[in-house]
């Protein structure tokens, strides 16, 4: 059991706000998954391709919330708050101007993209249907993404939970409407997820334009700090979500059942991977303010802190996956096949979660520390050497869902092997602003 920490309280103080707010993000599409399940199994294969498609998408672009934490934090550090008001209008033209193109390149690409990741048939019909309408909101969820950024270099994790926790009531409302009140299927399922996002992306554009900077103007000189440490974030979660989506690919090939399950525990894996990475936020905050200040030593031993609090979490997050094994696949399907499939791979699931825990809370502290060019290399390296080559191999030799999720828990052992050791060596630990 871990003991009291001096760093205990302020680790509390900004990983409880986090994770309410970290842990309703998800739920957009686990609404989904649930509402969709009992449409029936075309419609949760569709949502197994399609959803994982938008995810991808979304998450690959989390630097905005990442770079633009990271660049504040360190100047709220160092005491530069103009400065930190002055990237929130950076922030929030970045990010305005990556959704709108990548809305048109959705759009544009959605049908050759679906097929060339396996989408046929009925599923793939409804795959289709889904990805165009649900692709609306993300413009304003990127804006949602840099608002949470700043407001978190801040260290202002009450409003963010506010705003996403309403948008979510609102996707609910919706999607129950459009689904069972209008019958329109799983286009209603995603035309509320849109209608919700939108919402909230105005709620966040709101606060990035609320501090009282000199100008608000575009500028490229004050966007490049964020967008340094954002091109690496974004080639780090690029080759971390296209391991998913390899995986959404193969599996596409096996069957829909096997999609279906993949779905399934997808979906919780980014739900629990949210709620871990709250304590990632706090290390992201505290590293990087601390080492703004001058403070290595105070932000190393907050780090290790937090990288103990993360494993415990992951593993009382293992134990209760294995106790509700036979519950919780039921809950967002009846299909019989998609439950066995998602049951041969509940076990490696579980394992996932203390090993996760590490190294999420890894990524957080390195984050901070805006020493993302390791982090870039390293996932590189797991994925290329690690995962892609026993996805393929499963596809090759018939080993099917299982082979699949080794292949995943393979990534996470080598992703906390290369930055366990980047930990221990401290080179991350540089003070000042960069």
């Given at each position: 059991m871990l003991r009291r920490s001096p760093q205990d309280r302020e680790i509390l103080r900004l990983a409880l706000p986090a994770l309410g707010a970290l842990a309703a993000e998800p739920l957009y599409v686990l609404v989904d998954t649930a509402i969709v399940g009992h449409l029936g199994r075309p419609q949760i294969a569709a949502l197994g391709l399609a959803g994982t498609v938008l995810s991808t998408a979304f998450s690959i672009f989390n630097f905005l919330t990442y770079g633009t934490t990271a660049v504040v934090a360190r100047a709220s550090g160092a005491g530069q708050q103009e400065r930190a008001a002055r990237l929130a209008a950076q922030a929030l033209w970045v990010s305005l101007a990556i959704g709108i193109a990548l809305l048109v390149l959705c759009e544009a690409l959605a049908a050759p993209l679906l097929r060339g990741l396996g989408a046929h048939g009925r599923s793939g019909h409804y795959a289709l249907v889904y990805f165009r309408i649900a692709a609306i909101g993300l413009p304003a969820a990127l804006v949602a993404l840099a608002g949470q950024g700043y407001l978190r270099g801040v260290a202002n994790l009450r409003r963010p939970?506010?705003?996403?926790?309403?948008?979510?009531?609102?996707?609910?409302?919706?999607?129950?409407?459009?689904?069972?009140?209008?019958?329109?299927?799983?286009?209603?399922?995603?035309?509320?997820?849109?209608?919700?996002?939108?919402?909230?992306?105005?709620?966040?554009?709101?606060?990035?334009?609320?501090?009282?900077?000199?100008?608000?103007?575009?500028?490229?000189?004050?966007?490049?700090?964020?967008?340094?440490?954002?091109?690496?974030?974004?080639?780090?979660?690029?080759?971390?979500?296209?391991?998913?989506?390899?995986?959404?690919?193969?599996?596409?090939?096996?069957?829909?059942?096997?999609?279906?399950?993949?779905?399934?525990?997808?979906?919780?894996?980014?739900?629990?991977?949210?709620?871990?990475?709250?304590?990632?936020?706090a290390g992201q905050v505290i590293v990087g303010r601390s080492l703004g200040a001058g403070d290595a030593h105070g932000a190393y031993?907050?780090?290790?802190?937090?990288?103990?609090?993360?494993?415990?979490?992951?593993?009382?997050?293992?134990?209760?996956?294995?106790?509700?094994?036979?519950?919780?696949?039921?809950?967002?399907?009846?299909?019989?096949?998609?439950?066995?499939?998602?049951?041969?791979?509940?076990?490696?699931?579980?394992?996932?979660?203390?090993?996760?825990?590490?190294?999420?809370?890894?990524?957080?502290?390195?984050?901070?520390?805006?020493?993302?060019?390791?982090?870039?290399?390293?996932?590189?390296?797991?994925?290329?050497?690690?995962?892609?080559?026993?996805?393929?191999?499963?596809?090759?030799?018939?080993?099917?869902?299982?082979?699949?999720?080794?292949?995943?828990?393979?990534l996470i052992v080598a992703r906390l092997a290369t930055l366990g050791a980047r930990f221990a060596s401290r080179r991350w630990a540089v003070t000042g602003w960069t």
């Open positions: 939970l506010e705003i996403v926790l309403a948008a979510n009531v609102a996707n609910v409302v919706l999607e129950v409407l459009f689904v069972y009140g209008f019958h329109w299927g799983i286009a209603g399922s995603a035309a509320g997820t849109a209608i919700a996002q939108a919402g909230m992306g105005i709620a966040f554009a709101i606060e990035l334009l609320r501090p009282r900077a000199h100008s608000r103007q575009p500028r490229l000189a004050e966007m490049r700090p964020m967008l340094r440490v954002g091109r690496q974030i974004f080639v780090r979660t690029t080759a971390l979500m296209g391991s998913f989506l390899i995986a959404a690919s193969v599996l596409a090939r096996v069957g829909d059942a096997a999609l279906g399950a993949h779905q399934i525990a997808f979906q919780l894996f980014i739900f629990l991977a949210l709620v871990l990475d709250a304590i990632a936020i031993e907050a780090a290790a802190r937090m990288i103990a609090w993360s494993v415990a979490i992951g593993a009382a997050f293992a134990v209760v996956l294995l106790a509700l094994t036979d519950w919780t696949p039921r809950a967002f399907t009846d299909d019989p096949e998609v439950i066995h499939d998602a049951k041969l791979i509940w076990p490696l699931f579980a394992l996932m979660q203390p090993l996760g825990g590490a190294v999420f809370a890894l990524d957080g502290i390195l984050i901070g520390a805006s020493d993302t060019s390791y982090l870039m290399w390293s996932m590189l390296a797991a994925t290329g050497l690690v995962f892609v080559p026993i996805a393929f191999l499963s596809l090759a030799f018939g080993w099917g869902i299982v082979g699949v999720w080794i292949g995943l828990d393979a």
